[in-house]
C-alpha cells in the first residue's frame, strides 16, 4: 500500500480500532503498553466519552503516548464463564454493524 493510501485510510478512520482478547489476567494491558511504547495505564473512557477507572468492553482504552490507537479489553475469560463471552459476541455484532468507520472494529488480537 503506498505512503498516500495509507495516510487516506489514517485521515478517514481517525482513530485504529482495536479489540484484545484473552484470560483475565494473562497481561493484555502489558501486551499494549509494550505495543505503545509506554508504561504507564491507559485513559478509560465510557461511551459517553466520560473518564472511568473499570474495564468494561465497551469502554475506550487509550494510552497518552499512542491517541491513534483504541483498544478495546474483552475483560478476560474464566472456565464456564458464559457471560462474557457472549458480551464479547454482542460487542463485536453491534460494531461490525456500525455505520461509521471510525466506530468499526479493525482488528481483534
Known amino acids: 500500500m503506498a505512503t498516500t493510501d495509507v495516510?487516506?485510510?489514517?485521515?478517514?478512520?481517525g482513530r485504529f480500532r482495536v479489540l484484545i482478547v484473552g484470560r483475565a489476567n494473562a497481561g493484555?494491558?502489558?501486551?499494549?503498553?509494550?505495543?505503545?511504547?509506554?508504561?504507564d495505564d491507559p485513559e478509560i473512557y465510557d461511551t459517553k466519552g466520560e473518564k472511568r477507572g473499570n474495564h468494561d468492553i465497551?469502554?475506550?482504552m487509550?494510552?497518552?503516548?499512542?491517541?491513534?490507537f483504541v483498544f478495546h479489553d474483552?475483560?478476560?475469560?474464566?472456565a464456564g464463564s458464559e457471560e462474557e463471552f457472549a458480551n464479547m459476541i454482542k460487542f463485536i455484532s453491534e460494531r461490525v454493524r456500525a455505520t461509521k468507520l471510525e466506530e468499526r472494529i479493525h482488528v481483534i488480537w
Not at 7 to 13: A, F, K, M, S, V
Not at 32 to 39: A, E, P, R, Y
Request: charged letters at 25%.
Open 7 to 13: 495516510q487516506d485510510l489514517r485521515e478517514r478512520i
Open 28 to 39: 493484555k494491558t502489558t501486551i499494549l503498553q509494550k505495543v505503545c511504547n509506554t508504561t
Open 58 to 60: 465497551t469502554n475506550e
Open 62 to 68: 487509550v494510552f497518552k503516548s499512542n491517541p491513534g
Open 74 to 78: 474483552s475483560c478476560g475469560f474464566e
